[in-house]
């Protein structure tokens, strides 16, 4: 399966369950600067791995907590 972009908001995924070889993508990070169940070190791991395996990284930092905003979805659409 294929992919070329990819949207992650708020969610936890372990960069230890990465694959080590990841096709070409787009991927935008959107986190809440006062999310409490996701610390920013989460947020900084997960884009290194994903960096450090040739991956188009975004990250957006917003004003929120554990949310999705509308600003999350504008960063959605202009993924797409």
């Known amino acids: ?7 992650r ?7 230890e369950f990465l694959p080590t ?8 990070l959107s986190h809440g600067s006062r999310d409490e169940f996701l610390e ?6 997960l884009e290194g791995t994903l960096r450090s395996r ?3 990284v975004s990250r ?3 004003e929120a907590g554990h949310e999705f905003t509308p ?3 504008q960063d959605l ?3 797409l």
Do not use: T, W, Y
């Open 54 to 56: 040739g991956v188009q």
């Open 9 to 15: 908001v708020g969610g936890n995924l372990n960069p």
């Open 21 to 28: 070889s990841i096709p070409p993508c787009r991927v935008v």
């Open 77 to 79: 659409v202009d993924l």
């Open 1 to 7: 399966i294929g992919f070329e972009r990819v949207h």
């Open 71 to 73: 600003a999350m979805a």
């Open 40 to 45: 920013p070190q989460k947020m900084e791991a």
């Open 60 to 62: 957006h930092l917003h």
